[in-house]
């Protein structure tokens, strides 16, 4: 590669330097799970239960959003419902399904009360939760 | 300054240097492979270094056919990160690199003239410093979610971050990954393509909760809004929408059911109004500009229109 000016190739290779690094991105501590998991620790904390994960992707696999947010009255945002376990059993929200004839019932406390301790509300990877960290 | 060369020329000559192996090889390297086993970044085996290559080698083609297909623990993405590569294609790759390492030693007699012959001597194996430098470089970028390895993606609760691996039921639930394998894959997002998947039939989500057999109305009608500045026209498909949701979902509480009616900003949607209610949280994220931003502004048009003024 004749008159090739030493510049140019360092910038060539900071720049091929710079997409590779793009490409490892995320350090392996941080939480990867799936876009639009949902943490709901309205009440979990203070009742001594491990907070909510609602899995979006499982459920949209399944129903169609319209069966939840428009059928069940489950508003657009994390925390957004006043969902407790009393209005549960009785049918209403997640209640609608988990009653032991849709899908499993209440009594399987740990498959959806499984975040660490401490986690707080949120949708995980959602554009704001990345711009208010 | 020459050791860099290299890295970035060394897959350019040995292509050059390995006119027998298939194209097709070359081809999928350069564009999948390459980023990463051109200069050896983060312990790739580095293309063309035969130390870096040869206990692999000895492991067996098949061996490196399966890590290129699934992916590795040490970082190696399944098919590269490229899920679009079909198996052959990844095969051909392999067998590119794998001959493009075994090749260096009869290479320089036997092949190509000059050029190649000069650019030879320069390759050393430096990755470790290659590596050193962009691990660093890696905590700097490590906010981007979109650039995350295939390897990375759609982890099984336990190592997700947000289930509780001590707590019991985590264990029994379903892994993503084993419900995504027969999806049409996304670049971005759950990695899923939810409105693919839907029109091929792959997956069947019931429109009543208690009724399998009820269906929506799908209204099939698009709405174009025109934007500022140089970006494409949006396109928002009602038919696409309205095969997952209800009409009241958005209207009139989101979007007034109104032309003109509603100020729609990328400000807003970032913090989660408008399009923002779903997409960037559950739908496909606003990193897609393309996937909303679709019809090319008639270029003609304006620019005769603005052209009065100077």
């Known amino acids: 590669m004749p008159n090739r000016k030493p510049g140019s190739e360092a910038l060539r290779a900071a720049a091929c330097a710079a997409i590779c690094a793009a490409l490892l991105a995320l350090p392996a501590g941080a939480p990867r799970a799936e876009y639009g998991d949902v943490v709901i620790n309205n009440h979990s904390d203070k009742a001594g239960m491990r907070p909510v994960v609602f899995p979006h992707w499982f459920h949209r696999i399944r129903f169609s959003c319209k069966a939840c947010h428009a059928d069940l009255g489950f508003q657009f945002r994390a ?10 059993i009785d049918g209403q929200f997640c209640g609608a399904c988990h009653n032991g004839e849709i899908a499993w019932a209440i009594e399987n406390c740990n498959l959806c009360h499984s975040a660490p301790p401490g986690t707080p509300t949120q949708v995980h990877e959602s554009t704001l939760q990345r711009m208010n960290k | 300054m020459s050791v860099l060369r290299t890295w970035v020329f060394l897959p350019v000559v040995l292509g050059f240097a390995l006119p027998a192996i298939a194209q097709q090889g070359k081809a999928v390297y350069d564009k999948s492979c390459a980023l990463c086993h051109a200069a050896g970044v983060a312990g790739a085996p580095k293309f063309g270094n035969a130390s870096d290559w040869s206990p692999r080698i000895a492991r067996g083609a098949a061996a490196l056919y399966a890590s290129a297909m699934n992916g590795t623990p040490k970082g190696m993405p399944a098919r590269g990160g490229n899920a679009e590569l079909k198996d052959a294609d990844v095969k051909a790759a392999v067998d590119y690199m794998m001959a493009a ?31 050193a430098v962009t691990a660093g470089a890696a905590q700097v970028n490590s906010f981007n979610r979109l650039m995350r390895p295939a390897s990375r993606q759609n982890p099984p609760p336990s190592e997700d971050g947000i289930h509780d691996p001590k707590n019991e039921g985590t264990s029994q639930l379903q892994a993503p990954r084993s419900a995504y394998e027969n999806l049409p894959r996304a670049s971005a997002g759950n990695r899923v393509n939810w409105v693919a998947a839907l029109e091929e039939k792959r997956i069947a989500p019931r429109w009543d909760r208690a009724d399998p057999k009820a269906v929506g109305l799908v209204l099939d009608f698009n709405i174009v809004r025109e934007v500022k500045g140089s970006m494409p026209d949006v396109v928002y498909p009602h038919k696409q929408h309205t ?22 900003s990328m400000a807003s949607i970032l913090l989660g109004e408008k399009c923002g209610v779903c997409h960037g949280k559950v739908a496909f994220p606003v990193s897609e500009c393309r996937l909303c931003h679709s019809k090319k502004k008639d270029l003609a048009g304006p620019a005769a229109a603005t052209g009065a003024r100077p």
């Open chain 1, 79 to 88: 925390g957004g419902n006043d969902i407790n376990m009393v209005k549960i």
């Open chain 2, 101 to 131: 390492a075994s090749a260096p030693k009869p290479a320089p007699a036997a092949a190509k003239p000059a050029p190649v012959a000069t650019e030879k001597p320069a390759p050393v194996e430096k990755p470790a410093a290659a590596a």
């Open chain 2, 243 to 264: 095969e997952w949701l209800d009409c009241s979902n958005c209207h009139p509480a989101i979007f007034i059911p109104q032309k003109g009616a509603n100020q729609i």
